[in-house]
């Protein structure tokens, strides 16, 4: 079966300003996003990409631009299932105020129970991802063969939900898996059981430097904005 090559959406104007965006439109990269979208086609200059899924999401939809436009013979299509968590009345508010939400306690120790007000559950979008997956996998092996690499633009909580699924573990963990933006993390998928072989790699190491805020053990809900 094939490889999925997950690449999370390079940093936003939202992941700047310290907002969860959510499904709030008009979400663009900034400066450091775009430099970062466009290094993506050198970094996946190797790998024989067959098809691009993305995430209907402006930031995502720029993200994958620069590839786009360097292979001009990549078939794009967009697809819901890998659009950002639903996070309903959360969405476009400041993750400094959601902190003291008590629903903030069940994203981070609970999250198979945490369902957004006016949003979905945590559960949906894993599943709905999933499917996703598992349906573009069936179809790109059709279409290109068991060795094909196809890839996947999406957001923070989606593909740390989707490494959950490819390594067996409880939703409830999810929250201790990390990806910076414009990470790519790399799932092979086989008859018996997918292998994770990347993980959140941003191509430097910039992002395990000590930070002068330290980090107060909390997942950043949506992904978080990576290194300074």
């Given at each position: 079966?094939?490889?999925?090559?997950?690449?999370?959406?390079?940093?936003?104007?939202?992941?700047?300003?310290?907002?969860?965006?959510?499904?709030?439109?008009?979400?663009?990269?900034?400066?450091?996003?775009?430099?970062?979208?466009?290094?993506?086609?050198?970094?996946?200059?190797?790998?024989?990409?067959?098809?691009?899924?993305?995430?209907?999401?402006?930031?995502?939809?720029?993200?994958?631009?620069?590839?786009?436009?360097?292979?001009?013979?990549?078939?794009?299509?967009?697809?819901?299932?890998?659009?950002?968590?639903?996070?309903?009345?959360?969405?476009?508010?400041?993750?400094?105020?959601?902190?003291?939400?008590?629903?903030?306690?069940?994203?981070?120790?609970?999250?198979?129970?945490?369902?957004?007000?006016?949003?979905?559950?945590?559960?949906?979008?894993?599943?709905?991802?999933?499917?996703?997956?598992?349906?573009?996998?069936?179809?790109?092996?059709?279409?290109?063969?068991?060795?094909?690499?196809?890839?996947?633009?999406?957001?923070g909580d989606i593909i740390k939900a989707l490494v959950a699924?490819?390594?067996?573990?409880?939703?409830?963990?999810?929250?201790?898996?990390?990806?910076?933006?414009?990470?790519?993390?790399?799932?092979?998928?086989?008859?018996?059981?997918?292998?994770?072989?990347?993980?959140?790699?941003?191509?430097?190491?910039?992002?395990?430097?000590?930070?002068?805020?330290?980090?107060?053990?909390?997942?950043?809900?949506?992904?978080?904005?990576?290194?300074?």
């Amino acid at each position: 079966m094939p490889t999925l090559i997950l690449v999370r959406h390079g940093r936003s104007t939202a992941n700047t300003s310290g907002v969860l965006a959510g499904w709030t439109p008009g979400v663009s990269l900034d400066e450091r996003g775009a430099a970062q979208a466009a290094a993506l086609p050198g970094r996946l200059a190797a790998l024989p990409v067959s098809e691009v899924v993305t995430s209907p999401l402006q930031r995502c939809q720029e993200t994958v631009a620069p590839l786009l436009a360097a292979r001009p013979e990549l078939r794009v299509h967009t697809d819901e299932r890998i659009g950002e968590c639903h996070y309903g009345d959360w969405s476009g508010r400041k993750l400094a105020e959601l902190k003291d939400e008590p629903l903030m306690e069940v994203v981070q120790a609970h999250p198979s129970a945490a369902a957004f007000p006016g949003g979905e559950s945590m559960r949906a979008m894993q599943t709905r991802a999933a499917e996703a997956v598992r349906e573009w996998n069936d179809r790109v092996e059709r279409d290109h063969g068991a060795d094909a690499v196809y890839l996947m633009c999406s957001h923070g909580d989606i593909i740390k939900a989707l490494v959950a699924d490819a390594l067996g573990l409880h939703l409830d963990l999810f929250q201790r898996i990390s990806v910076e933006p414009c990470s790519i993390t790399a799932i092979r998928y086989t008859r018996l059981r997918p292998f994770l072989v990347r993980l959140g790699d941003t191509g430097d190491l910039a992002s395990l430097a000590p930070r002068e805020e330290h980090p107060d053990g909390d997942a950043p809900v949506g992904g978080g904005a990576g290194a300074p």
